[in-house]
């Protein structure tokens, strides 16, 4: 039923005239999914500088609330824009995306970040008075630093995957496969 919801959805965005438009641009596609690259690779190189700092592995010697200071309004930036982008080469290709198995687990995951991203924050604020200056955070500090890491690599990983179709929905696709990449029976749509 959610599978079949999403897929009505994600037709009914299709058949915009805006989604043809962005999906059919000579230029624009290329440069929204650029963008969205740049950003991506600007905005993780942050997080991967912060995260590292916390593992003790970059930049020991800065404090690690300085180097968050200094560092978040950039990233929080280059994730708006990586949103943004994001969400336009969805909406680009809503249909093959939904029913993308990579496209779903990038979901997942990116769900996964949020939360982490949240109690990360909220763990560094209410105890960096006591470590800001060692060279490694604690231990609950650095096993959501090492999360962040995984997750977003992951989420790379899938992200560039979306655009192949190894798992996508096909008449000859697998029951555990069409089920977790969203395929309706005899409603697939390229």
Not at 41 to 62: E, H, K, T
Not at 91 to 117: D, E
Not at 125 to 148: F, T
Not at 153 to 164: E, K, Q
Request: net charge neutral; glycine share 4%.
């Amino acid at each position: 039923m959610l599978n079949e919801l999403v897929y009505n959805i994600a037709v009914w965005l299709d058949d915009t005239q805006w989604s043809t438009l962005l999906h059919e641009s000579y230029y624009m596609y290329a440069w929204v999914e650029s963008t969205h690259v740049l950003t991506l690779m600007v905005s993780l190189g942050i997080l991967f500088l912060i995260d590292l700092r916390m593992l003790g592995y970059a930049l020991p010697d800065v404090p690690a609330s300085k180097l968050a200071e200094r560092l978040n309004i950039p990233m929080l930036i280059g994730f708006t824009v990586m949103f943004i982008t994001g969400i336009l080469l969805f909406y680009a290709i809503p249909v093959r995306t939904t029913q993308s198995l990579w496209f779903r687990i990038k979901m997942v995951l990116l769900v996964a970040c949020a939360i982490n991203a949240f109690l990360f924050h909220k763990r560094m604020n209410e105890s960096v008075s006591s470590w800001d200056n060692e060279p490694r955070a604690p231990s609950r500090i650095r096993m959501g630093a090492l999360l962040s890491l995984v997750f977003w690599s992951i989420i790379v990983v899938c992200g560039r995957f979306i655009a192949y179709d190894w798992f996508d929905c096909r008449p000859d696709s697998s029951g555990f496969i069409a089920v977790i990449s969203g395929c309706i029976d005899g409603q697939t749509r390229f």
